[in-house]
């Protein structure tokens, strides 16, 4: 027999508390003492070049030109946009380089303001992957796995450890437009695989409304929204009692976030309240609702309210043919509100608890795609080695591990693939990636598979 039961406002708000962090999530999480408490992944879609912003090969500039030696290539296989090629010719960067901070790690003269903040970034130069083209290769940095299906980083962090926020969700994502070429993005890139589908990423948009139907229609009031929650709840949890389904208590669960986020949300999202100095620091566009540098503010106004994973995407680095003109509209788009994202939440003691990443999904080429000049190259998708860097969180500032060849084409020194990375993020957000499983059609799956290692040198 099927007990029903009556809620009043409040409770009905408990409930969905409860469903949206206690009811499914693992227990005894975290594992030890965390280093971070939240993360936010700067995800620069499209894939930056290594070789034009961090991986300084000088002796590069005298083989401009030159074929690519097979020995170097190595039977590597290539997309079709550059099968066709007769030839590889080797195309050093055109930008120049210099060493910054204490701990002189090499800057692009195209990132001065991450320069600045060297001594607080973690550099790994020898991550590489598995995937060649954009899509399989986004789908594994988000979910661990080529093909989709399976649930994303931020999904997985928040099943694992939930929100610090009731009014605000676990995991939120936000996508900005470069103005380079861009790939397309799925929605499943931040989606939550099998996992219950209360721990997808809710994704914010710019404009005065970040959360699509968020605002009640005119007229109407809160009393109102309230009353007739209440009342949809009570048919939901029939529906509930009768079938067990867990997508209608997620169901359930997302209808009172939603109440609590149409309070919570348009105060997050005004940015009037920033500081003129807070708003130049993120550079030009700070005020441009829907930016990057604008979502950068927002990545930190979230965390500071408890939000676990904010994740932005930032589209356009395919950079083929024209890279040299595309990759300085990006980085300018890019490198300001990045830097100014770790000084800022380091300023405000934040940095400590909260794990900032910036990467891509895979390399780029040291030959050039096209015709090779003086003053233009493009370059091709390439898995064996590619750059990111990890701050605050756990992570050792001023670090720079793994080295490429002098091609920056294959890992000389540490190799990390992406499963390691994974596998040391969750380390630091105290997390044994090879605890936190979900059963699913019989098999106890995690964001890691059957990999993974913790990449200890990398973690104070």
């Known amino acids: 027999m099927h007990t029903r039961r009556k809620f009043t406002g409040i409770g009905f708000a408990a409930l969905g ?7 499914d999530t693992p227990v005894g999480l975290p594992h030890f003492p965390a280093k971070a408490k939240n993360v936010i992944l700067l995800f620069q879609h499209g894939a ?3 070789l034009d912003l961090f991986d300084w090969k000088p002796g590069l500039q005298a083989r401009r030109g030159q074929n690519l030696p097979d020995s170097i290539r190595n039977g590597q296989r290539l997309t079709g946009m550059s099968a066709y090629q007769d030839s590889f010719p080797t195309a050093p ?6 060493q910054h901070g204490q701990s002189q790690q090499w800057f692009s003269e195209l990132v001065p303001h991450m320069a600045k903040v060297s001594d607080d970034l973690c550099f790994v130069k020898s991550l590489h992957t598995e995937a060649i083209n954009h899509d399989p290769a986004v789908t594994f940095c988000q979910t661990g796995f080529q093909l989709a299906g399976r649930p994303s980083i931020g999904s997985w962090v928040s099943y694992g450890l939930g929100s610090e926020n009731q009014n605000l969700p676990a995991y939120v994502v936000m996508v900005s437009q470069g103005s380079g070429n861009t790939q397309a993005l799925a929605d499943r890139s931040f989606g939550s695989g099998f996992l219950p589908t209360k721990y997808t990423g809710v994704k914010f948009r710019g404009g005065a409304d970040p959360v699509l139907y968020l605002s009640d229609p005119e007229g109407y009031s809160r009393e109102a929204r309230r009353k007739y929650l209440d009342d949809l709840g009570q048919l939901n949890q029939i529906k509930l009692d009768e079938y067990q389904d867990p997508e209608i208590a997620t169901r359930i669960a997302q209808y ?13 999202s005004d940015l009037s309240k920033e500081s003129p100095e807070t708003l130049e620091m993120y550079g030009p566009e700070a005020k441009k609702p829907g930016s990057y540098a604008a979502n950068c503010i927002l990545a930190r106004r979230l965390v500071e309210r408890g939000v676990r994973f904010v994740q932005l995407f930032h589209r356009g680095w395919d950079q083929h043919t024209n890279l040299p003109k595309e990759i300085r509209g990006q980085c300018l788009e890019t490198d300001q509100p990045s830097a100014a994202l770790v000084q800022d939440l380091k300023q405000r003691g934040l940095l400590k608890d909260t794990l900032v990443i910036w990467m891509g999904e895979f390399g780029r080429t040291v030959y050039s795609q096209g015709t090779l000049t003086e003053t233009n190259y493009g370059r091709d998708h390439h898995p064996r080695c590619f750059t990111a860097w990890l701050a605050g969180g756990g992570f050792k500032g001023g670090l720079t591990y793994g080295e490429t060849d002098d091609f920056s084409y294959n890992i000389a020194q540490d190799p990390v693939d ?4 994974h596998a ?3 380390q630091a957000l105290g997390v044994d990636h ?3 499983t979900f059963k699913f059609q019989g098999r106890h ?10 990449v200890r040198p990398l973690l104070s």
Request: glycine share 4%.
């Open 424 to 426: 040391t993020i969750f």
């Open 418 to 421: 992406l499963h390691d990375l």
């Open 434 to 436: 090879t605890r936190l």
């Open 93 to 98: 960067t055109i930008f120049k380089f210099a």
């Open 256 to 268: 009172e976030m939603a109440f609590r986020m149409q309070a919570s949300v348009p105060e997050l």
């Open 17 to 23: 508390s409860l469903l949206g962090k206690d009811s």
């Open 48 to 50: 930056p070049s290594q």
């Open 445 to 454: 799956y995690r964001l890691t598979d059957v990999k993974g290692r913790v």
